[in-house]
């Protein structure tokens, strides 16, 4: 089974970009279709973006849209979250999480593996 390990996060200004990375351990990283999930203060853990084992497909919380990109390097077992222009309700802690190659990495429910997570704070 796989172990990530989040990265990247950070306070900046609205409007602002960060990268979040995602380390992943284990030999059988390829295998596994991987997502980003975020929660904030008294909120639920919700999607935020998801891609298929080999990066070929990916999804997208509609809020995030044109604004987010998912991507991965199965050879350095790394998945990436780019967010641009970044707003205030991005703010939460942003979770890493993996799923059977077969799955599509869309809801909590299918996550079998969590990061620890890594905090964004966005400012207005």
């Known amino acids: 089974q796989v172990q990530l390990v989040e990265s990247g996060g950070g306070l900046v200004q609205a409007g602002e970009s960060l990268r979040l990375s995602c380390a992943a351990s284990g030999r059988t990283f390829s295998t596994y279709a991987m997502g980003w999930f975020r929660q904030a203060p008294g909120k639920e853990r919700e999607f935020v973006a998801a891609?298929?084992?080999?990066?070929?497909?990916?999804y997208y919380k509609d809020s995030v849209k044109g604004r987010f990109t998912i991507s991965r390097d199965n050879a350095k077992k790394m998945v990436y979250l780019q967010m641009n222009s970044l707003k205030p309700e991005d703010t939460a802690v942003y979770y890493c999480?993996?799923?059977?190659?077969?799955?599509?990495?869309?809801?909590?429910?299918?996550?079998?593996?969590w990061g620890q997570g890594t905090l964004v704070t966005v400012s207005s």
């Open positions: 999480a993996a799923a059977d190659a077969s799955s599509v990495l869309v809801r909590t429910a299918t996550a079998e593996v």
């Open positions: 891609i298929s084992w080999a990066g070929a497909n990916t």
